[in-house]
């Protein structure tokens, strides 16, 4: 009962603090800005015990009018690094030729299990990158955050908490950023999502907007993948709640507009957690998923898996059975309406009527041709997936590198499957119509560049945010 009182009392504070705060801005002077002004952000999660009140980068001097903010993305597959700077309308302002400073390194810090220190001294290469972009004068009041997601999700134990309080320790010792006490953390797939969306929507100029005139996102990454679009008053009102877990429904306001986002993370979903998966279903045998004389064994999350290809090499049709099983498309629905493993699909409606699809979606469509690889944005279908999946799972393993140059060798084996479960999780999975337009999207065009559609982007317009108004989640 304190702990919910507690909870009441925070909600009614941060609520009167939002209120004060545009009391204020609507009673100043104000200057002309562009479309992207953020002048509040604020996302409140229905369930008290989910509300955390943030306040970072709250001491930039009053006489700087360049916010610097410092985002690292511990993904599955690598560990990568974001720079950006904003105005004080919250807009990006170039650094050097491009409007952020990005670069990676592999593996991730989940493949670091057994030794916490190496995973953390693998993020030293990109620190130096980040202060090598920012003004070492401004240094101690740009915000920095870890962000690791599916991948330290799935470890068993401590492992993820140690490795993570290894960054923590490392970020102390060598940086001089500004490091909050929840700044170095496992990102729950909601958050992820969220940021998401805020990020390609802030990208595309549509934050401010009514929420038919927004989009939905899709991302595949290793581990998960997230779904998030914004949704009705109405549907939001009769929104379900889940049994555990995090509610389905966040409410935002984002440039002075109420939105309700469904956002929803299937972890375990990730195109390599799902080859996981779908190998898992054929066990010993040999699997049909897999290109035709192709005998090896796949690793994910420390667990072996036989990826032997079956005696009558691979098969769209049957793979997709089996993608189908791997997703639980038959599993019991408790909701109107379902994607997959019993999950609710939100409803559905205008907000995901223009869909944005990221991460492998793109790679994968680039690496296998039916995309300019070059490109940082596309239009395509779910059915260009089938027909990719389709040539693919009639090519013999040892003709595949001719077949598909583009794709890594460490891949070939598995582009059959990949391909078959990227359509099956679009139609099977999430409901969308083979001849629906889809945006295959890595960057997004801003001002006079190209940004990364990342959710670091959402995270930092968040932490540089916050140097204005206080940040609800």
């Known amino acids: 009962m304190q702990s919910y009182r507690g909870s009441n009392l925070l909600l009614v504070l941060a609520t009167l603090l939002l209120i004060s705060f545009i009391f204020y801005v609507n009673k100043s002077p104000r200057t002309p800005s562009s479309y992207n002004s953020l002048k509040v952000y604020t ?18 001097s009053s006489d700087s009018s360049t916010s610097y903010a410092v985002i690292f993305d511990a993904g599955s597959s690598g560990s990568r690094v974001h720079v950006y700077d904003f105005d004080s309308n919250l807009d990006l302002l170039p650094l050097g030729d491009e409007l952020e400073i990005f670069e990676h390194v592999e593996p991730g810090l989940s493949s670091y299990a057994d030794n916490v220190t190496a995973a953390a001294e693998s993020l030293i290469s990109l620190l130096e990158v980040a202060e090598a972009a920012v003004p070492e004068d401004l240094q101690s009041s740009t915000p920095i955050r870890v962000g690791a997601t599916a991948g330290l999700r799935s470890l068993s134990g401590n492992t993820s908490e140690e490795i993570l309080e290894a960054v923590r320790d490392l970020l102390k010792e060598r940086s001089s950023f500004k490091l909050e006490s929840d700044a170095v953390a496992v990102l ?36 998960s993948v997230q779904m998030a679009y914004a949704i009705s008053e109405t549907a939001y009102s009769n929104a379900p709640t889940p049994s555990d877990g995090e509610d389905y429904v966040k409410q935002t306001y984002l440039n002075g507009t109420e939105y309700f986002l469904y956002v929803h993370s299937y972890l375990g979903y990730g195109l390599l957690a799902a080859r996981a998966g779908l190998l898992n279903v054929t066990g010993d045998s040999g699997s049909p998923c897999i290109l035709g004389g192709y005998n090896g064994s796949y690793v994910y999350s420390e667990i072996t898996y036989n990826a032997s290809a079956s005696s009558s090499g691979s098969s769209v049709d049957e793979c997709r059975n089996i993608a189908d099983k791997a997703l639980k498309i038959s599993e019991t629905c408790a909701y109107l309406n379902c994607t997959f493993a019993g999950v609710w699909n939100g409803g559905g409606g205008d907000g995901v009527s223009n869909l944005y699809v990221g991460s492998f979606f793109f790679d994968r469509a680039g690496q296998v041709g039916f995309v300019n690889a070059s490109d940082h944005i596309a239009k395509a279908y779910p059915s260009d997936f089938e027909a990719a999946a389709k040539l693919a799972c009639q090519t013999k393993f040892e003709d595949a590198a001719s077949v598909f140059p583009g794709v890594d060798e460490s891949d070939l084996p598995y582009i059959c ?57």
């Open 188 to 223: 729950d797939g909601t958050q992820e999502g969220s940021y998401l969306w805020v990020a390609i929507n802030y990208l595309l100029g549509n934050l401010g907007k009514e929420y038919p005139n927004t989009v939905g996102v899709v991302d595949l990454g290793g581990g």
């Open 417 to 473: 499957l990949d391909l078959v479960y990227q359509y099956s999780l679009l139609v099977d999975g999430f409901g969308l119509d083979p001849s629906q337009e889809i945006t295959l999207v890595k960057k997004i065009k801003y001002q006079d560049g190209w940004v990364e559609a990342a959710w670091p982007l959402g995270s930092a317009i968040e932490a540089v945010s916050s140097s204005s108004s206080t940040a609800e989640l």
């Open 43 to 60: 996302i409140a999660h229905r369930k008290l015990s989910h509300t955390l009140l943030i306040s970072t980068y709250a001491d930039v």
